[in-house]
Each structure stands twice: as structure tokens, then as C-alpha cells.
């Protein structure tokens, strides 16, 4: 787990990279809200939940994984291949006492969720 100043630089250039999303003002998530999204979430039902973030950033990588086959458990060494990733960040608001959210998916699917000041 990263220490506390890399956290907090990470959000800050997480923040500053986003391009806005829509005109509509995005509201702020609160703790309930936060804690009740889980790992695997669609992006569908992230935004039916929060509504639209204020800004997305969106980045594509390639990835070196590791093939999942059914005999691969049984090699001695693992069968590697390259993947495409969509990778998508949203950002949402601090306001009413609640701290500005970062959500991260990763082809679609909740990956990771964080707050920052």
C-alpha cells in the first residue's frame, strides 16, 4: 500500500488529467453511496447508482497476462500472451462534506475506488 504523499500526489495528477463529461453538474458521493460499490460493478450500474461523473479519462494499454488454459496449472512454466485493456477513470466532486471520488474500470468493470481531499 502506497504511503500517505503518494496517495495524495496520485490523486492530484489523477484530477488534473481529466477532460469534462457532460454540462450537467455532477453531484458529490457520499460515504453510503462510496462503501455500497463493489469490486466488478459495471459502468452502467455505477452511473444508475452516482449518475454521470463531472470527468472521465480514458487510457488504452497492453498488458502482458498470463493465458488461462486448461492444461496451463499442469506446465512448468505458465503460457504468457498480450492483452488490450480499456482503462477508464471517473471523477466525481467533493461537496457537502464529502470528499472528491476517483473510480477506476478496467474493460468495463469497477476495478478500484478511492477519495481524496
Keep these: 500500500m502506497p504511503c500517505l504523499p503518494c496517495s495524495v500526489l496520485l490523486g492530484c495528477v489523477l ?8 454540462a450537467d453538474p455532477a453531484r458529490p ?4 453511496q462510496f462503501g455500497l460499490l463493489a469490486r466488478g460493478m459495471s459502468q452502467a450500474e ?5 449518475g454521470p461523473p463531472a470527468q472521465v479519462k480514458t487510457e488504452t494499454r497492453t498488458v ?3 493465458l ?15 492483452r488490450t485493456m480499456e482503462v ?7 461537496g ?10 478496467r474493460d468495463g468493470e469497477l476495478y478500484a475506488k478511492d477519495k481524496y481531499r
Design 29 to 32: 458521493v457520499d460515504t453510503l
Design 88 to 94: 477508464e477513470w471517473w471523477y466525481y466532486p467533493e
Design 46 to 50: 455505477v452511473n444508475a447508482r452516482l
Design 68 to 82: 488461462r488454459t486448461p492444461h496451463a496449472r499442469h506446465r512448468d512454466t505458465p503460457a504468457y500472451g498480450v
Design 64 to 66: 502482458l497476462m498470463p
Design 15 to 22: 484530477l488534473g488529467a481529466f477532460a469534462a463529461v457532460s
Design 96 to 105: 457537502g462534506g464529502s470528499m472528491a471520488t476517483v473510480l477506476e474500470f
